[in-house]
C-alpha cells in the first residue's frame, strides 16, 4: 500500500508532503484509514530530535482515530470495518514477562507508532491488533483522539496510586494533560486541587473540574495546605521545586511524575522518609487500561477541549502548539 503523509527530514525542519510504500502486511498486522489525528508535545520532541532516538525522515502522529481496512490473517479481536484508535504504541511482543502479565506498555521491545516507523499525519498507518483499540459506542470520534496518548497518560496514574473518591489530589500544569486529569479526578469523585500560576485561568480551570485553584508561585497559598493532599499528578515538564510539593503531601502522599522532565529530580529524602511518601512515574497504559479508560470518558461525558486543522495545514497547527496558545489538545482531520 502507498501511503500519502508529511515528514519532517531533519531537527526543527517543517513537514513536507511525503510517500512511501508499506509492503506486505504482516499476518498480525492491520492497516488503519486515518479519520483524524492528534498533535502531542510528544511529536514535536521526535521531530526535533529532543530524546536522542529520531530516525529521519519521521512521519508524526500517535493520537489517531481510524477505521481498519485490512487484517492479517491472525489479527484477532478486530476486523475490516472496525472503527480503532492506536496511540504512542503500536506492538509489543506479546510473549514477555511484562505482556504476559498485562502490562504491554512495558514491554522491552515495544514498538513505537512515530520510533523508526511512520505515523498518522498521513492517511494510512499500520500496527499490531492488540494496539488498535476498538472504540465504544457512542465515542466522538472528532475529540477522542488525545485520549489515545494525553489521556491514557494521566488516567494509568489513578489507577496506578489506587486514588480513592475520598482522596483530595492535586495536579501541577492545566495545559493539555493537566486539563484532562482534572476531568477524570473529578468524576472519579476526589477533592481536586489545580495548581496554576496564571490567575487569568482560573474560571476555566474551575469549569474543568477542579474544586479549587492554588497559586503556585505563592509560598503561603501551598503552606496553607500542607500535609493535604493524597496524590499529586505533576504534567509539567520542567524543574519545580519538589520540596514545596512533596510538603502538600499528606503522610503516605504519592508523588506521581508524567512530565518528560530532562533533569533529575532534585527529591529530599528525609521528606519521604518522615511522611512514608513516595515518588513514581508511568508512561501510558496497556490496551486493556486504554479501552477501560475510553468507557469511562463514554459513560462520563470525558474529551479534551480540541481545536481542528485540516492534515494539509498539519506546520500551521504545529506553530499554534509550539506559540503555547493550543486550547487545549489539536486534532488534525483527514
Request: negative net charge.
Amino acid at each position: 500500500m502507498k501511503v500519502t503523509a508529511f515528514a519532517a527530514n531533519g531537527p526543527h525542519e517543517k513537514l513536507k508532503p511525503f510517500s512511501y510504500e508499506m509492503g506486505d502486511l504482516g499476518s498480525e498486522q492491520v492497516d488503519i484509514r486515518v479519520i483524524n489525528c492528534g498533535i502531542c508535545h510528544s511529536d514535536l520532541s521526535m521531530m526535533n530530535n529532543d530524546w536522542g532516538m529520531t530516525a529521519y525522515p519521521i512521519v508524526p502522529g500517535h493520537e489517531i482515530i481510524g477505521e481498519v481496512v485490512a487484517a492479517g490473517n491472525a489479527v484477532k479481536n478486530v476486523k475490516v470495518g472496525d472503527k480503532v484508535g492506536l496511540g504512542w504504541f503500536s506492538g509489543s511482543c506479546m510473549s514477555c514477562h511484562e505482556c504476559m502479565d498485562g502490562a504491554h506498555h512495558l514491554c522491552p521491545s515495544a514498538e513505537f507508532t512515530i520510533g523508526g516507523r511512520h505515523g498518522g499525519f498521513a492517511d494510512y498507518v499500520r500496527s499490531h491488533w492488540s494496539w488498535a483499540i476498538p472504540l465504544p459506542e457512542g465515542i466522538d470520534m472528532d475529540k477522542a483522539g488525545p485520549l489515545l496518548c494525553g489521556g491514557i497518560t494521566v488516567f494509568n496514574p489513578i489507577i496506578l496510586a489506587g486514588v480513592k473518591a475520598t482522596d483530595k489530589v492535586g495536579v501541577i500544569g492545566i495545559g493539555g494533560l493537566g486539563h484532562m486529569a482534572l476531568k477524570f479526578l473529578n468524576k472519579w469523585g476526589c477533592e481536586v486541587i489545580a495548581f496554576s500560576s496564571n490567575p487569568d485561568k482560573k474560571k476555566s480551570i474551575l469549569e474543568m473540574g477542579a474544586t479549587r485553584v492554588v497559586d503556585s508561585t505563592n509560598p503561603e497559598e501551598l503552606a496553607n495546605i500542607a500535609g493535604s493532599l493524597n496524590f499529586i499528578l505533576n504534567t509539567t515538564n520542567v524543574t519545580l521545586d519538589w520540596n514545596s510539593y512533596l510538603t502538600v503531601l499528606a503522610p503516605k502522599g504519592k508523588f506521581h511524575n508524567v512530565g518528560a522532565v530532562l533533569e533529575p529530580l532534585a527529591i529530599p529524602a528525609f521528606t519521604l522518609i518522615t511522611g512514608e511518601k513516595s515518588v513514581a512515574g508511568s508512561p501510558l497504559g496497556s490496551p486493556a487500561l486504554t479501552r477501560t479508560m475510553l468507557e469511562f470518558c463514554v459513560r462520563h461525558d470525558i474529551y479534551p477541549i480540541t481545536e481542528e486543522f485540516p492534515m494539509a495545514q498539519v506546520n500551521e497547527a504545529l506553530e499554534h502548539l509550539e506559540s503555547g496558545k493550543a486550547r487545549f489538545r489539536i486534532v488534525l482531520k483527514n
